[in-house]
Nanobody, 127 residues
Framework: QVQLVESGGGLVQAGASLRLSCAAS????????MGWFRQAPGKEREFVAG???????KHGDSVKGRFTISRDNGKNTVYLQMNSLKSEDTDAYYC?????????????????????WGQGTQVTVSP
């Protein structure tokens, strides 16, 4: 049974940085693609960033140049470094794992491609 546990969220001012972590257990982490999504109440879950088993990355247009996804297979952990935070980045952030990714060169961006989800961590950015 795969488990994903996010950490690192919090309340910060605009312009600050945060690093989110997602620790995975129960599977062969290095084989799987990982993703970060975010969701505000009443809105659809939005793709933020993803990384394949080959470390190919993709970032959503709204965070490109400010956020960076990375992974440490030795620690079974995926990270999301968030710089130059804006008030519109305020959301619950979710980590997800894609066990069925067949192409290690393409990052999945659809929520339906991911099989397991963490419980989420809240990021709040004050103006």
């Amino acid at each position: 049974q795969v488990q994903l546990v996010e950490s690192g969220g919090g309340l910060v001012q605009a312009g600050a940085s945060l690093r989110l972590s997602c620790a995975a257990s129960g599977g062969t982490f290095r084989r799987y693609a990982m993703g970060w999504f975010r969701q505000a109440p009443g809105k659809e879950r939005e793709f933020v960033a993803g990384i394949t088993s080959n470390r190919i990355t993709k970032h959503g247009d709204s965070v490109k140049g400010r956020f960076t996804i990375s992974r440490d297979n030795g620690k079974n952990t995926v990270y999301l470094q968030m710089n130059s935070l804006k008030s519109e980045d305020t959301d619950a952030y979710y980590c997800a794992e894609d066990l069925g990714a067949t192409n290690p060169w393409v990052v999945g961006t659809n929520i339906y491609e991911y099989d397991y989800w963490g419980q989420g961590t809240q990021v709040t950015v004050s103006p």
